[in-house]
């Protein structure tokens, strides 16, 4: 039997109807700026974020380096959390790269980070400080939607402040979707956002950086720079196309399907379900069940990721009857 995979929404295959899309593209080189699939993506997700313009690139920690080195230059700062995708798991590449040094701020368990951690940590302007000029958040975080006043405080604060805001929103459209607050309300208080196609909307590649159209400028040279300037990437534009006009109110399955799941968990001892608010569930063991788990659940047929903290992550190739079979699978072998 075919494994039911749950390690990550990027493992999605794009579904028939998206290949038929991709093979059908019409394609253009869009380093000249000549790929009508790709004009028009951008075209649709600017429109649907309330920005003025959108820049296609081939994968997220792409879009947020684009994003950082847009805002920031070499010697600024930007204010992140501690857990943050652009933070955490990309590199180091604002550093790197972008000669921006980060400055990590404790999470709280919805994923904000304090207002008044955030206002201690904007330096004076003084020449022994990096210049503050970001923040940035993420949404949804671990699975959980930000709050919509606490985004709203927070961006507030930075823009009293002359920081500008990005929201790396890789599933925002998984927040949109669970919150009920259509995306260009989520959007709207950010100077600029990311958004992943590549996650729970089953595109094979991408990602987009919407903005105004100035700042999209920078980000375009800055997209060459680092490499990702592509041809006809009409094919991959298309799939995206395609994901955002059949694949995003279906979110709410992989969010049904996640809860199902942890549901189905409840009752076990020496696990721990966190109720999950979109398509990611974290589930806690006791040390005396962690060791070897995940090794003995890909044998049993189902693929997660983690350690004492299990990660199963719902999407377009989990069905309902693959989380049945998943929860009796787990319930045996937790
Ligand atoms: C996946 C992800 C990204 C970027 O991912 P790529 O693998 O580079 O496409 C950025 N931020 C968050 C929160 C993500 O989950």
Not at 24 to 31: F, I, T, Y
Request: include cysteine; hydrophobic fraction near 45%; glycine fraction near 10%.
């Amino acid at each position: 039997m075919k494994p039911i995979d749950l390690r990550s929404d990027t493992v999605t295959q794009p579904t028939p109807a998206m290949r038929a899309a991709m093979a059908a593209a019409e394609v253009g080189d869009d380093v000249f700026g000549d790929d009508p699939s790709v004009n028009a993506l951008q075209e649709r997700i600017a429109a649907m974020l309330g920005k003025e313009a959108a820049l296609f690139v081939p994968t997220g920690t792409q879009s947020n380096l684009c994003a950082l080195m847009a805002h920031c230059q070499r010697g600024d700062e930007y204010i992140v959390g501690q857990m943050a995708h652009t933070y955490r798991w990309e590199g180091g590449g604002a550093a790197v790269l972008g000669s921006i040094q980060p400055q990590p701020l404790p999470q709280q368990a919805d994923g904000s980070i304090r207002l008044e951690d955030i206002e201690a940590n904007i330096k004076p302007d003084d020449a022994h400080f990096a210049r503050t000029r970001l923040l940035a958040l993420e949404n949804t975080w671990g699975g959980q939607v930000l709050p919509s006043g606490y985004i709203e405080a927070a961006t507030a604060l930075a823009r009293r402040k002359g920081l500008a805001t990005h929201l790396d929103g890789a599933r925002l459209f998984n927040a949109a979707v669970a919150s009920g607050m259509p995306a260009i309300d989520i959007a709207r208080p950010f100077d600029s956002v990311s958004v992943c196609f590549s996650k729970g909307l089953g595109a094979p590649v991408g990602s987009a950086l919407v903005g105004s159209r100035e700042f999209i400028a920078r980000a375009h040279r800055l997209r060459k720079m680092l490499g990702g300037g592509m041809r006809q990437a009409g094919v991959l534009a298309a799939a995206a196309s395609f994901a955002l006009e059949h694949h995003i109110e279906r979110l709410a399955e992989d969010h049904a399907n996640a809860r199902a799941l942890a549901e189905g968990l409840q009752g076990l001892r020496g696990v721990t379900v966190q109720p999950p608010q979109t398509n990611i569930l974290f589930v806690d063991l006791a040390p005396e069940k962690a060791a070897g788990v995940v090794e003995r659940l890909r044998g049993a047929g189902v693929l997660c990721t983690g350690l004492y903290r299990l990660r199963f992550v719902t999407h377009l190739d989990v069905s309902s009857a693959d989380i049945a079979r998943a929860v009796a699978v787990l319930r045996q072998h937790l």
